[in-house]
């Protein structure tokens, strides 16, 4: 009987050492949430391409604006320029579960959308380790994402990445919408660097 107690011990014994290794190999990546406001949807496709390998939670950043049609883009863009606010929902998302933020956006005249400008102007993103992600008609130059970064330290946050899709191409010099296919693929490749962030110490 003894010998049987002995072996259950040492056998439980050794399955809590192998999973306490188990747990300790695994990456030091926190919970992720990515928030995102997406106009025509390319924003949208971009984050679901994001979740799955990521392991995230998505939340949509809704702007209570009309922004469809034609006006309601011209309205936006011109919100956009002059770095004006809007009325958003949710307003205050919880951030407090998540230790690791993807911010995502179109980008209209060379900036981040109303949405996404007041979501960072109304939340404190203390100690978050936050990656701007950005969909746009042309790459953005380095200033543009340093203010753009620039906003999240203001509010507390680590702006430790930035990157971008394009959502146009230009084929026989005219400007054509890109594939899903085509943004898809190129969201995937961002996927490593952006693990990598996240799992890192900083």
Known sequence: MNHLKITAIVTLAFFFLTLSCAFATEPTTGKILILYYSRTGKTKLACETLQKPLGATMLEIKDLKDRSGRWGFFTGALASLFGMHTEIEPEHPDLAPY?????????????????????????????????LFTTTNAFEKEEAKEKAKALITAQGGKALGYYQVTSMKKVNDKKIERTDDEIITDTLKFVPEIQKIFSSQN
């Open 99 to 131: 230790s690791c933020i993807i911010l995502a956006s179109p980008i209209w005249t060379g900036k981040l959308s109303p949405a996404i400008r007041t979501l960072i102007a109304k939340n404190r993103f203390d100690g978050k380790k936050v990656v």
